[in-house]
């Protein structure tokens, strides 16, 4: 692909990725506004949430808008000012109509004859200095994400003026600032969620009895929580492409066509596998992480009981069996070994009484199991990128232990999971055998030169020389060195003497030799029975 | 990166044992399902990435290779992206790789092509070929897949010669010869009356019986040619100014020489002081003299792969190889100054019956004093300044 299609192609992406991104980046203001007004719906009942969140999302479109504009102006000259704060009447203007119009329209006609009489009372009301606030913070907001978009490269050309090392630190650094960003907003909104699920008034009446709502996940700013998080991994894979975008075109890197497309219907496979499955996962449990980890203890010690007692019956029933041959008695009565049906997964006496289904208590082995996992998973990966504060915890009195004590648990996972493996490897090769394919599928396996080492590359090509020295009637003979054999194969083939002697000399050294065979001298020997072959096929 | 939503994920789990919201966990569910499935595609497809590079592994000078590179994705999951990136030796390429970006589907292949100029004799590497790849949103780093590095070898500059004069004293050969004493019974080239003194097993019965007269065979003589070419690549027997231009000319001479001698179903051997890449910087290895073109490619291999060294005496490994030499074999030595000890040892190696020739390679100032030096103990010696100068054999 030539430099000129390349640059067109990336004048295409680059226009569907910054609208993408702008409705993303306003979809996210729109939900955080729409969790926020669900906190002041909860002090204030005459709030519109759905309607501020519709504010907020066509005020940052604006102001993702703008911002190149402005971008481009000198702060503060004539023209900056005239724009920006056209920009904000109309907003305020927006704003004020829509936060009246939320009352009804006769209470919005009625008020504004009002506003010349009292200004500050009755134009700048509650609500619309709460609604201005937001929108102000959704302006600022939008116009940073602008600004981090358009340093991450979707701004082609501010990058192409840079020089290309510092175009890659400032895209490096936006990216991270982008996810701070995101990850910064979505604290926050965690934080209005947790408080819209908290009884307020109760608290501040000082009734800690009944403190929590009992809310569906996805009711009071629940929902619009996750779709800010679900939009922010959108724009997260999208600033992704566009930075990887932005980093190839640089480097004149040729880049498939296919890609952009690709990597949108990825994007979008992969949100809606993840949203798929944390919708299957458990996310609620009945029982406590103890009471359930009793319960799977309980459920192994009856399972190995069950197996105890069944390897028993049969030997019973054996010996029965052989006693009843002589005509003696059974030692062992029908009744010796009481038949127990397999164990329950939970038994009602076990449960102290309470009525647990098995499908409740699985659900909670299965949360725990879960949970506790995610939990190990993150902490061990965020070990793993910091370093220093894993140098920190080794300094601590007891890790050494802890540490030897987890390195012992891994030995017994690592021998158990190798007898497995062991074991399974063992059974296919019966199952093999059984069919009859063992032996033919063994010979027959194809032997991939690339996996060998430069040692066992070696083996391979006089091995070869062997089996082709066979095929041509010049077979060895078991009681022949490899040296004796080279001589015969001298005799035979004098035109390829050196190579065979040669290819001989290496594969002593490779078989009688401790030290590192290089990988350089197994392409020599690859091409001395290259040469070899050519000789042996001449000589046919 | 995971650093950057380890705080939010403290918040959560806060939350969550607090108040016992689905919300929560759903919300911790999808921040750590979205980097380990991240995480596990990019390692996972990665993984089963494999690839091949075709390409004839051997080139003669201003040849275009044509370098085929094979990406297969062998599992049922599709790449994101992958970067390829193939290091290139300079030599042979204005680029110092060749880069291309790219997207594979389940069990898709991608090839990719690009041409190389053999502008310059060498052993050089290709690639190692890394592949990388990363995850769709970025929060782990990139990732990055190793491949092999394959040898290309570049045949040194043939020049096609006609005629060289080298002298001999194996008998019965292929080649014609002046000297009547290499007379090759192999070879009668005609009959003539017999002369008293003519031996009898030189008598032609048939021929006597036919004419009625006795007849004499006439013999062709004939030599055979066995040539070891000693090339001195040690750096300090060639002038410092144009000491790797004289090297390479010494090379260019070994393997035209070389070629030639080949040419004529003679037998052709090489004996390098070099530094050979293939045996870990260590010398060449002997090529004994030997007939054949799959032979005169062997010594093309090693000609394309040898480096100038320094420190190796070539006087002292001619006294060490002379000895394995059979009579009349000849010593064709290219080096770039020769000193006392050097044609000491040629004659010495000329007193043994064998022969030798001295090939100067490069501009020499010292050629008259070498050349009358050499004269005193008979050895031609032959000043090959440049490539020009080699049209002396091709009349």
Redesign the interface.
């Known amino acids: 692909m030539s430099q000129r299609e390349n640059s067109q192609e990336y004048r295409i992406n680059e226009t569907v990725f910054r609208w993408t991104s702008y409705l993303l980046v306003a979809l996210m203001v729109a939900c955080s506004a729409w969790t926020l007004g669900s906190l002041l719906s909860r002090l204030m009942l005459f709030w519109q949430t759905w309607l501020m969140a519709a504010v907020c999302f066509l005020v940052a479109l604006d102001s993702l808008y703008i911002s190149r504009r402005l971008k481009n102006l000198t702060i503060f000259s004539k023209e900056w000012l005239i724009t920006f704060s056209t920009q904000w009447i109309v907003i305020l203007m927006l704003v004020k109509v829509l936060t009246g119009l939320s009352h009804g329209v006769d209470a919005f006609l009625a008020e504004i004859p009002l506003w010349w009489k009292g200004f500050s009372s009755h134009f700048m009301t509650g609500d619309f200095l709460i609604a201005v606030v937001m929108v102000v913070i959704a302006w600022f907001v939008s116009g940073y994400f602008a600004g981090l978009l358009d340093e991450m490269g979707i701004d082609h050309a501010l990058i192409a003026l840079d020089m290309e090392s510092a175009a890659h630190r400032y895209e490096l650094d936006a990216r991270d600032r982008l996810l701070s960003l995101i990850f910064t907003i979505c604290t926050i909104l965690v934080m209005i969620t947790a408080l819209v699920r908290v009884n307020l008034r109760a608290v501040f009446a000082g009734q800690f009895e009944s403190l929590f709502y009992d809310l569906p996940i996805l009711a009071g700013g629940g929902a619009s929580t996750l779709a800010y998080f679900m939009f922010g991994l959108a724009l997260l894979s999208q600033t992704q492409f566009i930075s990887l975008h932005t980093r190839w075109n640089l480097a004149h890197i040729p880049v498939s066509n296919k890609l952009a497309g690709r990597w949108a219907l990825y994007s979008i496979l992969f949100l809606a596998i993840l949203a798929g499955l944390v919708s299957l996962l458990p996310t609620s449990y009945s029982m406590g992480l103890l009471l359930s980890l009793g319960h799977l203890l309980d459920f192994f010690v009856q399972l190995f009981y069950f197996i105890v007692q069944f390897v028993f019956a049969i030997l019973a029933f054996l010996l029965n069996l052989l006693f009843s041959l002589f005509g003696g008695n059974s030692p062992f009565g029908n009744n010796a070994f009481p038949s127990r049906d397999l164990p329950e997964l939970l038994n009602k006496e076990t449960a102290g009484g309470s009525s647990l289904p098995w499908l409740d208590m699985a659900k909670s082995i299965a949360f725990w199991v879960i949970f506790l996992g995610v939990i190990f998973f993150s902490f061990s990966q965020y070990l793993r990128q910091h370093q220093e504060v894993l140098h920190g915890l080794r300094k601590l009195p007891g890790w050494q232990i802890l540490l030897r004590f987890w390195h012992w648990i891994r030995a017994r996972f690592a021998g158990a999971k190798r007898g497995i493996s062991k074991m399974v490897e063992t059974g296919r090769e019966r199952l093999r055998a059984r069919r009859g394919l063992g032996a033919g599928a063994s010979k027959g396996r194809h032997l991939n030169l690339r996996r060998l080492n430069a040692r066992q590359k070696v083996y391979f090509f006089y091995l070869a020389l062997v089996r082709r020295g066979g095929e041509r009637g010049l077979p060895r003979s078991p009681s022949q060195t490899p040296s004796e054999y080279a001589a015969t194969l001298d005799d035979a083939l004098p035109a390829a003497d050196e190579d065979i002697d040669s290819l001989t000399d290496a594969f002593v050294e490779a078989r009688y030799s401790r030290h590192p065979i290089q990988s350089e001298e197994a392409n020599r020997v690859r091409t001395t029975w290259e040469r070899i072959r050519k000789v042996m096929r001449g000589k046919k | 990166?995971?650093?950057?939503?380890?705080?939010?994920?403290v918040?959560?789990?806060i939350?969550a044992a607090l108040?016992?919201?689905?919300?929560?966990?759903?919300?911790?569910?999808?921040?750590?399902?979205?980097?380990?499935?991240?995480t596990w595609?990019s390692h996972r497809s990665l993984a089963h990435i494999s690839f091949k590079r075709q390409f004839a592994a051997w080139a003669f000078l201003g040849e275009k290779i044509d370098i085929g590179i094979q990406i297969n994705n062998k599992g049922w999951l599709?790449v994101?992206?992958i970067?390829i990136q193939e290091s290139l030796p300079v030599a042979l390429s204005s680029f110092p790789s060749y880069?291309?970006?790219?997207?594979l589907?389940p069990r898709a292949e991608a090839r990719y092509n690009y041409t190389l100029e053999a502008r310059k004799r060498g052993y050089y590497p290709i690639g190692p070929l890394f592949i990388s790849t990363?995850d769709?949103?970025?929060?782990s780093g990139t990732i990055r897949l190793q491949g092999?590095v394959q040898?290309l070898t570049v045949y040194p500059k043939i020049v096609p010669l006609t005629s060289i004069n080298i002298p001999s004293r194996s008998p019965q050969g292929t080649l014609r010869h002046t000297q009547p004493i290499f007379e090759d019974p192999t070879r009668v080239f005609g009959k003539r009356d017999y002369i008293t003194g003519d031996s009898l097993r030189r008598v032609d019965w048939k021929s006597s019986a036919t004419t009625g007269r006795l007849q004499v065979k006439l013999f062709e003589p004939s030599i055979a040619l066995e040539t070891l070419i000693f090339l001195n690549l040690n750096a300090e027997d060639y002038q410092i100014r144009t000491r790797i231009d004289s090297t390479e000319l010494a090379i260019v001479i070994a393997a035209s020489v070389a070629a030639w001698v080949a040419g004529k179903q003679q037998t052709v051997g090489l004996k390098v002081n070099g530094r050979d890449?293939?045996?870990?910087d260590s010398l060449p290895?002997y090529?004994?003299p030997?007939k054949?073109q799959?032979?005169l490619m062997?010594i093309l291999?090693n000609l394309a792969r040898v480096e100038m060294t320094s420190g190796t005496s070539l006087s002292e490994m001619i006294q060490q190889q002379r000895y394995h030499l059979s009579w009349g074999t000849t010593l064709l030595v290219i080096t770039g100054l020769a000193g006392d000890d050097l044609l000491d040892e040629l004659y010495q190696a000329r007193r043994a019956g064998q022969n030798a020739v001295l090939i100067l390679a490069g501009p020499s100032a010292s050629f008259r004093e070498i050349s009358h030096r050499a004269g005193h103990f008979g050895i031609p010696v032959v000043s090959i300044p440049n490539e020009r100068s080699l049209d002396i054999w091709r009349k």
């Open positions: 990166m995971v650093g950057t939503f380890i705080p939010l994920l918040l959560l789990l939350f108040m016992r919201d689905d919300f929560a966990i759903t919300l911790i569910y999808l921040f750590v399902g979205a980097y380990a499935i991240g595609w599709p994101l992206w970067n880069e291309h970006v790219t997207t589907g990363g769709i949103l970025g929060l092999q040898y890449p293939l045996m870990g290895q090529i004994p030997r054949g799959a032979h062997r291999e």
